[in-house]
C-alpha cells in the first residue's frame, strides 16, 4: 500500500467546500472539486482513478447538489454518500461541529475540537 497517497477521498462541489472540509479532517484525504457539474467524459476519468479508494460524495442540499448526488449514484454506486442536514443547505456553510460529526460517522477522522464546539 502507498503511503503517499489518501486511500479515502471526498468529492465536493466547489473550492469554498474543499476549504471548509480540509480544515476540520485530521488525516490525509483527498478532496476533489467538481465545481458544480461535471460531464461524463470527466466523470468517467475520476471513476477510473478512483475504482480501489474509499469515496465519499459530499454536495450541497439543493438542486444542483441533488442532480450531481444522482449523477454519481448512477455512475459510481460504490461512492459513499454523505448527507448535510437541509437546514444548512450548503456544505461551506453548515456549522463545523455538524460536518465534523457527519464526516466522523463515516470514520474520516476530524480535529476533536470541533466536535466540542456542539
Same mark, same amino acid.
Given at each position: 500500500m /502507498? ?7 471526498? *468529492? +465536493?462541489?466547489? %473550492?469554498? =467546500?474543499k476549504?471548509k472540509?480540509?480544515?476540520i479532517i ?5 478532496? *476533489?472539486? %467538481?465545481?458544480g %457539474?461535471?460531464? #461524463? %467524459? @470527466?466523470?468517467?476519468e #475520476? *471513476?477510473? /482513478?478512483l475504482f480501489? @479508494?474509499? +469515496? !465519499?460524495?459530499?454536495v450541497?442540499?439543493?438542486d444542483?447538489?441533488? @442532480? &450531481?448526488r444522482?449523477? !454519481?449514484?448512477r455512475?459510481f454506486?460504490e461512492a459513499e ?7 444548512? $443547505?450548503e456544505?461551506?456553510?453548515?456549522p ?5 460529526? +457527519?464526516l &466522523?460517522?463515516a470514520?474520516i477522522d +476530524?480535529?476533536m475540537?470541533f466536535? =466540542? $464546539?456542539?
Amino acid at each position: 500500500m /502507498n503511503e503517499a497517497m489518501p486511500e479515502k477521498v471526498i *468529492i +465536493v462541489e466547489g %473550492t469554498s =467546500d474543499k476549504r471548509k472540509v480540509k480544515a476540520i479532517i485530521s488525516e490525509p484525504v483527498e478532496i *476533489i472539486c %467538481t465545481n458544480g %457539474t461535471i460531464s #461524463l %467524459t @470527466k466523470l468517467d476519468e #475520476l *471513476i477510473e /482513478n478512483l475504482f480501489d @479508494k474509499d +469515496v !465519499f460524495i459530499l454536495v450541497d442540499a439543493d438542486d444542483a447538489g441533488e @442532480k &450531481l448526488r444522482k449523477q !454519481f449514484k448512477r455512475e459510481f454506486p460504490e461512492a459513499e454518500h454523505l448527507y448535510i442536514d437541509r437546514m444548512y $443547505r450548503e456544505v461551506a456553510t453548515a456549522p463545523e461541529h455538524h460536518l465534523a460529526t +457527519v464526516l &466522523l460517522g463515516a470514520n474520516i477522522d +476530524v480535529y476533536m475540537e470541533f466536535l =466540542d $464546539r456542539g
